[in-house]
Each structure stands twice: as C-alpha cells, then as structure tokens.
C-alpha cells in the first residue's frame, strides 16, 4: 500500500507578509466589486430588462461586472501564487464571481485562509 500525501506548501515568511496583506486587500476589493454588482445585475437588473423591457441596469452593471471580473481573476492569482494555493482553489474562486452572492462566500474563504496563515508567521500582540 503506498501512502498518499499532500504536497508540502511553502510556509509564509516575515518578508512576504506585506506582499501577501496588499494582495488580500486588492482581492477583497475586487470580491466585493464584483460581488455587488452581480447581485444588482441579477437581482434588479434582468427582472427590469425582461418585465419591464428597461435595459438601463443591465446596461450599467452588466458591462462592468465583465471588466471588473478580469481583474478579479487577477487579483485572485496574484494573491493565490502569493500564498501558494492550489488550481483547483483558484478555479472555484474565478468561478465564485459567475454566480450571485458566492463570491462573498469565497472571498470569507479566502481571508480567513490568508488570516491564518499569516498569524502563523506574526508574532502575537497578547503576551
């Protein structure tokens, strides 16, 4: 029988942590752009162009959501190469900003993985 194991990641050190605090922030960000504007998009804006036939809230939601979701994709990147997470991480989080309130979801997920990582390397203020 041979054992399975998981692959070694890298453990955080103390000069990566600025980097890895400015790409968490750049990706909350972005999350939380995205995020808003998907929910807005599918929640008021597809029932106003398909009851209503008003397009003006797909029109001004729907074409930044598709540009900010770009750079989402990248700030996710940027911040999982940071932090070393694995494809199958980044891929679900690329696909989190497709559907309505999951990337607030995923962007939890990621900070509190992020969070914990760091609190690996910081020392602690309670001593």
Same mark, same amino acid.
């Given at each position: 029988?041979?054992?399975?194991?998981?692959?070694?990641?890298?453990?955080?050190?103390?000069?990566?942590? *600025?980097?890895?605090?400015?790409?968490?922030?750049?990706y909350?960000?972005m999350?939380?752009?995205?995020?808003?504007?998907?929910?807005?998009?599918v929640?008021v804006?597809? *029932?106003?162009?398909?009851l209503?036939?008003?397009?003006?809230?797909?029109m001004?939601?729907?074409v *930044?959501? $598709?540009?900010?979701?770009?750079?989402?994709?990248?700030?996710?990147?940027?911040? $999982?190469?940071?932090?070393?997470?694995?494809?199958?991480?980044?891929?679900?989080?690329?696909?989190?900003?497709?559907i309505?309130f999951l990337?607030?979801?995923?962007?939890?997920?990621?900070?509190?993985d992020?969070?914990?990582?760091?609190r690996?390397?910081?020392?602690?203020?309670?001593?």
């Amino acid at each position: 029988m041979s054992e399975t194991t998981a692959p070694v990641v890298p453990p955080v050190t103390a000069d990566q942590v *600025p980097g890895i605090r400015g790409a968490l922030l750049r990706y909350r960000i972005m999350a939380y752009l995205v995020g808003t504007l998907l929910v807005v998009l599918v929640v008021v804006g597809m *029932p106003l162009k398909y009851l209503a036939g008003n397009s003006v809230v797909v029109m001004a939601t729907g074409v *930044p959501h $598709g540009w900010l979701y770009m750079v989402l994709i990248a700030t996710a990147y940027d911040l $999982g190469r940071r932090v070393h997470w694995p494809w199958g991480r980044l891929i679900l989080i690329a696909l989190a900003g497709t559907i309505p309130f999951l990337s607030f979801w995923a962007e939890y997920s990621a900070r509190k993985d992020v969070q914990a990582r760091l609190r690996e390397v910081e020392p602690s203020d309670a001593s």
